[in-house]
């Protein structure tokens, strides 16, 4: 898909030229086949597939990042489960850790956190705060306008085009992510069953 203005860049390199494996992207909703006989250690290990090329087996390196992604996500002790059955909050953290086995430049989130539980949504906040930590950009998109300066060091509100950015304190100072949060539903779109106020009709864009 070709822009139809300006360039895309994604980590330097136009998307094309990316190594294979490079972004890895962890849906909203997973479709699956709950009735297929796939353990956790097998979905995690599809994570590897994008690194390997047709002619490579699953090899050592392979099982160690299989291994490593577990550990990291809470998951190791239950890697011989059938996927179906788990809570869904474990499915989650066995979608993340597929990703994180990819060993990406790049982790891409959509909403991680809708459908699981407190304990689920905490323990993604420590996996991602990690993951940066160790130095791996991670993108998240969230409706979830609670406790943004925990989960993000910089964020961007979007509705139609840019309306702020810069740190979760600087946007929260602006007044937009008020006007946002204001006007949300629980889904996270903007109301129209009322007149906008001031705060709402005007979104000034922090730069950073």
Do not use: N
């Amino acid at each position: 898909m070709t822009p139809a203005s300006g360039e895309l860049s994604v980590l330097g390199s136009a998307p094309h030229r990316l190594t294979p494996g490079a972004v890895a992207y962890v849906p909203q909703v997973e479709a699956v086949d709950w009735s297929f006989p796939a353990t956790v250690w097998d979905v995690v290990a599809m994570g590897r597939f994008a690194r390997l090329r047709f002619w490579e087996r699953f090899g050592a390196h392979d099982r160690e990042a299989v291994r490593r992604a577990l550990q990291l996500v809470g998951m190791t002790a239950l890697q011989r489960r059938h996927i179906a059955h788990l809570s869904g909050g474990q499915q989650q953290r066995t979608f993340v850790a597929r990703a994180i086995a990819q060993e990406p430049q790049l982790l891409l989130l959509d909403e991680p956190t809708t459908g699981v539980d407190a304990a689920t949504e905490e323990a993604l906040c420590k996996i991602v705060r990690e993951l940066v930590a160790r130095g791996m950009p991670v993108l998240m998109a969230t409706h979830d306008l609670d406790r943004v300066d925990e989960w993000f060091d910089r964020l961007m509100v979007v509705d139609r085009r840019v309306l702020a950015l810069g740190t979760p304190r600087e946007v929260v100072e602006s007044g937009t992510y008020a006007a946002i949060r204001e006007h949300t539903h629980t889904h996270g779109h903007l109301r129209h069953d009322h007149e906008p106020h001031a705060a709402h009709a005007t979104h000034p864009e922090v730069r950073p």
